[in-house]
């Protein structure tokens, strides 16, 4: 009875150490799933503030696109009246050579 109750002793022993070792790596498993998805909130974050910033620069360049868009516009028609006015100035030109002679 006593070598009986000795050996259940050490099987328990044994089974409380293998319960233990299963725990500790039970607790590393686990610390390295949190790390992970530590890992993966950051890069989460960090896609959405580059998304962010992505789009704020797209924005600015459409507003900056629109306006050298409209100040190209004012040139041309700036440069438009300026050829109108030559125009009329040659036809005046034109016409008083056309009085003197």
Same mark, same amino acid.
């Given at each position: 009875?006593?070598?009986?109750?000795?050996?259940?002793?050490?099987?328990?022993?044994?089974?409380? !150490?293998? @319960?233990? !070792?299963?725990?500790?790596?039970?607790?590393?498993?686990?610390?390295?799933?949190?790390?992970?998805?530590?890992?993966?909130?950051?890069?989460?974050?960090? @896609? @959405?503030?580059?998304?962010?910033?992505?789009?704020?620069?797209?924005?600015?360049?459409?507003?900056?696109?629109?306006?050298?868009?409209?100040?190209?516009?004012?040139?041309?028609?700036?440069?438009?009246?300026?050829?109108?006015?030559?125009?009329?100035?040659?036809?005046?030109? @034109?016409?008083?050579?056309?009085?003197?002679?």
């Amino acid at each position: 009875l006593e070598r009986r109750g000795q050996e259940r002793d050490r099987e328990l022993i044994k089974v409380v !150490q293998d @319960g233990d !070792q299963l725990m500790q790596a039970s607790g590393a498993l686990v610390s390295d799933l949190c790390a992970r998805l530590a890992e993966q909130r950051d890069l989460a974050a960090a @896609g @959405g503030e580059t998304r962010e910033v992505l789009a704020e620069l797209a924005d600015r360049l459409d507003r900056r696109s629109d306006e050298r868009d409209q100040e190209l516009i004012r040139v041309v028609q700036d440069g438009d009246k300026m050829m109108q006015a030559s125009g009329a100035l040659l036809s005046d030109l @034109g016409a008083r050579l056309a009085e003197q002679r």
